[in-house]
């Protein structure tokens, strides 16, 4: 089934609770070809790796360079990813290899982080899609505001599990809750 994140970069953002592990739920359903590096051990049902370390920058880069890249699934995500790739600080060798490259090897692959203040803008901006929960602090609204006039704002008049989708050409649209499902 041919998605619109076939081939392409996302980026998920949100506060705790805000809706994100329901929305990827709903992203991991669109190929049975994924993976999620999941360090909280969200992901019951989904082909996950729960890291044995999950603070470990290198442990990440080491199963992307061994594992993603190597047998290429159609969708990789990493959850807690604000935990590995930080702004401002350099990207892995094979997060930058899976950023620069993802594309010749036909894979989709995203992030879900709590706030973009504090992921590292190269993905972020590079980013086909961001799926953008609520987000009230001024330092994010200002950050989303620089990446597409008025999207700060938008986030934040939000309702409870609302979010806003930008596109790949910075279109903004906002979006229902999506149903709960175990």
């Known amino acids: 089934m041919k998605t619109i994140l076939d081939n392409k970069r996302f980026a998920v953002f949100g506060l705790m609770g805000s809706g994100k592990t329901v929305l990827?739920?709903?992203?991991?359903?669109?190929?049975?070809?994924?993976?999620?590096?999941?360090?909280?051990?969200?992901?019951?049902?989904?082909r996950r790796y729960v890291p044995d370390d999950r603070q470990s920058i290198g442990e990440l880069n080491k199963f992307v360079e061994t594992l993603v890249i190597p047998t290429r699934p159609r969708l990789f995500i990493i959850d807690e990813a604000n935990r590995f790739i930080a702004n401002r600080k350099p990207l892995p060798s094979g997060m930058a290899d899976l950023n620069d490259l993802s594309r010749h090897w036909d894979i989709s692959w995203?992030?879900?982080?709590?706030?973009?203040?504090?992921?590292?803008?190269?993905?972020v901006e590079l980013a086909h899609y961001l799926f953008v929960f609520?987000?009230?602090?001024?330092?994010?609204?200002?950050?989303?505001?620089?990446?597409?006039?008025?999207?700060?704002?938008?986030v934040d008049a939000l309702r409870p599990f609302?979010?806003?989708?930008?596109?790949?050409?910075?279109?903004?649209?906002?979006?229902?809750?999506?149903?709960?499902?175990?």
């Open 134 to 154: 609520a987000l009230h602090g001024k330092n994010d609204r200002q950050y989303l505001n620089d990446v597409k006039t008025g999207l700060g704002d938008t």
């Open 110 to 123: 995203g992030v879900v982080a709590r706030r973009p203040t504090q992921f590292a803008t190269d993905i």
């Open 24 to 46: 990827v739920r709903h992203i991991l359903e669109s190929t049975r070809n994924h993976i999620v590096y999941d360090p909280l051990n969200e992901y019951d049902g989904a």
């Open 162 to 182: 609302q979010f806003a989708i930008v596109d790949e050409h910075r279109r903004v649209t906002v979006h229902a809750p999506l149903p709960f499902r175990e």
